[in-house]
Each structure stands twice: as structure tokens, then as C-alpha cells.
């Protein structure tokens, strides 16, 4: 079966000269409304050993526009374990022609670095703008590895609004070396699956695009997929043996950090003169990950077994700079010099939060934090940033799975998780309208939880530069200008002020000699969706808020009220919403409104109730009062 496996790689690599991507042969089903068509995706992995691997890959990619050009992606990566015996791209026109070649001198090679656990890898890649749609463009390669550690996994799916004529996954294991496969989403798909102990083998055909939607999941959790690990495997030339998150979490205390957390007796007296008079552990470490912050800076490095290991507490130290993992180790050992104990933690992070199987044992992470626990909470530290707030994680590593590397072992554990009543964004403005019916005013709007993270860079953008976004967040304010600006960024309590001057024309309207004015000056709901008869997917609103305002209306000279709305409540699974207006003397009002929208899934039906929801908010925030002249 291997030999056949083998033969049959070769043969589809060298049968592009016959023109099977014209696209007249994709199915309609496939190719209508979509950006791009995968013809045929074809990995062959062979386990010699655990630590030998020949991976061969070959994708095939009909693209339609500028949309589905990522998704012909050349890319792959390497480091000095991975020796490549094909590396190849052909590009083909409409009719499958061949219109363009690239060997591997062609490809450009490039460090793989970024804000990640893998820093020793680069990529090898080409650089191809197509002239004209559609292109097919196919890729392949083979290489082999004495590095296990990270077996290719199956992804039939390559992304919403892209079809798949042919997908195939063949692993050949001819020495039974001990392996977990997990599967996921099989279930509602007519996949073949062999499975033996020398082979695994899994195909799909014609498997038509899936639909973006609004609120939609993340795709991967509900597209099939494989995953694929080593009981026993190797990385560069360590090599390790784990069957639970305990003994992976050991292997890398032993043999990853082990040894690297000294620090020079200068340093450790320098960091106990930060913390001097300070008894209490927490606010010792604040100081110390605030003294991390000042002295180093976030910079990609290229050393250490396989990129996962980090450089050296007492070279962070010298060099003032460091990649994630170097920083998050130096930050522990800073804080192991004052006794204080902290855990170097695995983590995936990235806005998508997409989530850690927990039974699943195997590297699932791309990134490195500090876990800090205390008596009455555990806090987070994400020690590449200079400027986040002491355990503030923010929307790129909250609420989701992690692996501490403690004195016993790997802990799984869950990062903090900002809730509805968490993420607050709290405004108040004194506002006056004058006989022309301009306003002027002054506000202040206090954000924190996941707002926080919005807005705590605003006071290192310019003048220019600010006032265009105020002009774009409120833009249905004419002629806005702002003035005044100031801001508070207060770490401790983890809250950014706004606090700033303003001034817009022509805000109200007329109707006969009456004046009407929307009490709701700034935070206006103004997002539409519309009604879906055909939803496909479930509902997911990923985070939950809470919005407060208090606006105080000073009245034109010479106008009173004379009619406002009845007080709004509206309640519902998706939020609630409140707005009410009280006439405080006959010269001026005062304006509150509430909204909380919730987080959570729900069935695909709910989405329309959501729509109408929605809908009502935005209709309720044009709420008018009415003004006559005394």
C-alpha cells in the first residue's frame, strides 16, 4: 500500500500537463459565488521512527479573485532538521494551461519570527501576483524531518466561501510507532476513513463551500478535521516521551527551562531595592513585571531547541530585550529572586480564542505568558507588552485553556474571563444648546475590561490623528471639533478616561414651530443586520458589554419641554436596554441610557430575534423630545 501511495504522489505530480484544473471541470455546485475552488490537496506522511518523518504535500488551487489569492498560499516552513527533495509552484491559466514555473532557487526565504513560541523556523515561499482571473496555482513538496513534534494535521476546509473538489490525508506508520489521532466533525460528512495499524487514511470529495454569516463560529468548529501526535517524539535532538499534560508540562520544565533562570547576584540586590519596604507578594510583583515592562523591549530571537526554548534569564537581563518566551522566563526569575513563585504557561492566543483540546495531548500552544498565583486570586502577565496593566490579559489571551509548567508538572488551567458586567464603557457630558441649535459641551468616558484595550493607546496618537477618529466615532455629529483632550490611563484599577471638550452644528431639527432633539448625543446603536431565512449556522456573540450614559442638556434660551418619551425598558436572552428622560427644572434635562448585550451561542433559529432585537435598539436610540418656545 506505501509503495502504491508513493507511486501514485509522483504520478499526480507530474500530470498537470494534461489540463485537468481547466475550471469547466469543476462542478457548478462548487464553484458558484466562491472565491476559490481547492482541485485537490494531497498530504502522504511516513513514519520511519519517531524521530523520522518524510512528508509529502501537494494543493491545488482554482482562484477566482483577489479574495481567494490567500488561500493558494506557498508558504511552508522549515528550520536545519527539514531537507527538502521537491519544492515546486506551476500556475495555470482558465483552460489549465501552465503559464508559469518555479523551482526552488525561486522561492524566497524568510525568518518565520513573530510574537510566537517557534522562533527558529523560517519559510520558504514564492512571490506570485496573478494578471488575471481565474489561476490555478499548484504547490508542492516533500521533505524529510528527524522532528516529530509537530505532526501535519488534515484541513479539508480552508476557509468560508472556499469549496473542496478533492481532499486527501494518507499516513503511513509500517513500524506501528505509538500515535494519537483525534478526529473532529465527522459525523455530518461522507468521509472515507481506513484505519489500521500501518495506515491511516482519510478522504473527502466534492464538499461545497460553506457560508459566512453574521455571528458566525470560528469555521474549524464545525468542519472536519484530523489531528496527529507522537507518544514518543523528537525535537532537534531532545527527545520525549508523554502520555498526559503532566508529564508534557515536565518535559518542558526539564529539558526546555531548566537551568535557565539564573540571574547575576547585581540583579537580584538591583530588583530587591524595587520591591524595598514592600511586604505585600502581590504588590511586589507588580512592581517587579512594571520594572520587566521599563527595562526590556519585545524582540523576536532565533535560538533554543526547535524555537521552543528560552533564552536565558541572565542574557534577557544584559541584552535588555526578548522574544515571548525569554521575557515571560526572565520575568519568573525576577520574581523567584523575592521569593515569589510563578509558573511559565502555554498558551494559544490570538482574537479567534480558539480552544485547547484538553484531551488532546500535544503542543496546541503558539505563545508564552506568567501565571502568578496568590491567596485570594491567580494573576495572568503578558510579558511582551510595555504598557499593559499589571494580570490585564485583554481580548488576544483571555478565557481560555492553558498549561502551567509547575515543580510537578504540566496544570491545565483557564486565563481570566472578562464578563458582560466587566467590560464597562461609562459616559457623562454637561452639554449646551444654543439659539442656533449648535451644541458645545464637555465629557469624560471611562472604559475597562475588553474597552480598556480599545482605547488605553489613544494618548500616543496625535492631535491630527485624534481628531478625525472622534470625528469617525460620532459621526453623525455635524462639523465635530474637540478640544481639551486629556487622558487617564490608571494601571491600578485597570480604567482609561477620556476626558475632552466639543462642539457640533445644526444638531436639531424642526416640525412647524417645535423643536426636536435626540436626547442620545453620542453612543447611538447604529449597526444593521438583516433578516436570514436561510441561516445555516448558530448565532455566536463572542462578548458581552455594558454601556452607561448620563447626559445633563442645558435648553436653548427661550424653549422649555414640552413632550418626552414614555421610559424605555426592553429585556431580552441577547441584553437588555433602558433610556429614560428627566426634566430636572424647566431650563434643562438629564438623559440616561443602559445597555447590556450579553455573550453566549445560541441556535441558529434565535438569529432573527436577534435581528429584531438589535433593530429595536437602534430604533429606541432615535428617541426624540420635543421643544417649544415659552
Not at 89 to 112: P, T
Not at 305 to 329: H, M, R
Request: with cysteine; aromatic share 12%.
Amino acid at each position: 500500500m506505501f509503495f502504491r501511495s508513493l507511486l501514485l504522489f509522483f504520478l499526480i505530480l507530474n500530470s498537470s500537463v494534461f489540463g485537468q484544473y481547466a475550471v469547466k471541470d469543476i462542478p457548478k455546485n462548487l464553484k458558484n459565488g466562491v472565491s476559490a475552488v481547492v482541485r485537490n490537496q494531497e498530504s502522504i506522511i511516513t513514519l520511519d521512527a519517531y524521530n523520522s518523518m518524510t512528508y509529502q504535500y501537494k494543493k491545488a488551487v482554482t482562484v477566482f479573485n483577489r479574495n481567494g489569492d490567500n488561500v493558494a498560499n506557498t508558504s511552508v516552513r522549515y528550520d536545519n532538521e527539514r531537507s527538502f527533495k521537491i519544492l515546486e509552484v506551476k500556475v495555470f491559466d482558465g483552460n489549465g494551461e501552465e503559464i508559469k514555473k518555479f523551482k526552488k532557487r525561486d522561492f524566497i526565504d524568510v525568518s518565520a519570527s513573530g510574537n510566537n513560541l517557534y522562533t527558529d523556523d523560517r519559510v520558504l515561499y514564492v512571490e506570485y501576483t496573478p494578471r488575471s482571473y481565474p489561476y490555478t496555482l499548484e504547490f508542492v513538496f516533500e521533505y524529510k524531518t528527524s522532528s516529530t513534534a509537530f505532526m501535519p494535521a488534515w484541513n479539508p476546509v480552508q476557509n468560508y466561501e472556499v469549496a473542496t473538489q478533492k481532499s486527501s490525508y494518507t499516513l503511513h506508520n509500517p513500524h506501528q510507532v505509538p500515535l494519537a489521532v483525534k478526529k473532529y466533525n465527522f459525523e455530518n460528512f461522507n468521509i472515507s476513513v481506513t484505519e489500521t495499524p500501518l495506515m491511516y487514511q482519510y478522504k473527502i470529495k466534492n464538499l461545497k463551500p460553506f457560508k459566512q454569516e453574521v455571528f458566525s463560529p470560528y469555521y474549524t468548529e464545525f468542519v472536519p478535521r484530523v489531528k496527529i501526535a507522537l507518544q514518543k517524539f523528537q525535537l532537534v535532538n531532545q527527545s520525549a516521551n508523554v502520555k498526559n499534560w503532566e508529564e508534557f508540562g515536565r518535559w518542558q520544565r526539564d529539558k526546555l527551562l531548566k537551568g535557565r533562570g539564573k540571574l547575576s547576584e547585581a540583579t537580584k540586590a538591583r530588583i530587591s531595592k524595587v520591591v524595598v519596604g514592600v511586604e505585600d507578594p502581590k504588590e511586589k510583583a507588580r512592581l517587579i513585571y512594571e520594572y520587566m515592562q521599563s527595562k526590556t523591549r519585545y524582540i523576536s530571537i532565533q535560538a533554543g531547541i526547535g524555537g521552543w526554548q528560552p533564552t536565558p534569564a541572565a542574557e534577557v537581563d544584559e541584552l535588555s530585550y526578548g522574544d515571548c518566551k525569554g521575557l515571560t522566563n526572565y520575568t519568573m526569575a525576577l520574581l523567584e529572586s523575592q521569593g515569589i513563585e510563578s509558573y511559565y504557561t502555554l498558551i494559544y492566543a490570538g482574537p479567534e480564542n480558539a480552544p485547547v483540546d484538553k484531551d488532546f495531548v500535544a503542543s496546541q500552544f503558539n505563545h508564552a505568558i506568567l501565571t502568578v498565583p496568590f491567596e485570594d486570586e491567580t494573576v495572568f502577565l503578558e510579558c511582551t507588552s510595555q504598557e499593559k496593566p499589571f494580570g490585564y490579559m485583554g481580548s488576544f489571551t483571555d478565557n481560555r485553556n492553558v498549561l502551567m509548567v509547575t515543580p510537578s508538572g504540566g496544570v491545565l488551567t483557564k486565563t481570566t474571563s472578562y464578563k458582560t458586567e466587566d467590560n464597562i464603557r461609562e459616559l457623562k457630558a454637561n452639554v449646551v444648546i444654543d439659539a442656533d441649535f449648535n451644541i458645545s459641551g464637555a465629557l469624560s468616558q471611562v472604559s475597562k475590561g475588553v474597552p480598556y484595550e480599545e482605547k488605553f493607546k489613544l494618548n500616543q496618537i496625535k492631535n491630527d490623528d485624534l481628531e478625525l477618529y472622534y470625528k469617525q466615532l460620532w459621526g453623525h455629529l455635524a462639523n465635530l471639533s474637540t478640544s481639551n483632550r486629556n487622558f487617564d490611563n490608571n494601571k491600578r484599577s485597570v480604567a482609561f478616561t477620556e476626558i475632552l471638550n466639543f462642539e457640533t452644528t445644526n444638531y436639531a431639527s424642526t416640525a412647524g414651530d417645535r423643536i426636536l432633539v435626540n436626547p442620545n448625543i453620542f453612543n447611538r446603536y447604529n449597526e444593521v443586520f438583516q433578516i436570514e431565512k436561510d441561516r445555516t449556522l448558530p448565532l455566536v456573540l463572542q462578548r458581552g458589554v455594558t454601556y452607561k450614559d448620563q447626559i445633563e442638556i442645558l435648553l436653548p434660551e427661550g424653549y422649555t419641554v414640552e413632550a418626552v418619551f414614555e421610559p424605555i425598558e426592553i429585556k431580552s436572552k441577547f441584553g437588555s436596554y433602558k433610556a429614560s428622560v428627566q426634566d430636572k427644572n424647566l431650563s434643562s434635562i438629564i438623559y440616561k441610557r443602559e445597555l447590556i448585550l450579553n455573550s453566549g451561542t445560541f441556535p441558529k433559529e434565535e438569529f432573527n430575534k436577534y435581528v429584531k432585537f438589535i433593530q429595536l435598539l437602534v430604533k429606541k436610540d432615535k428617541s426624540k423630545i420635543v421643544l417649544s418656545k415659552k
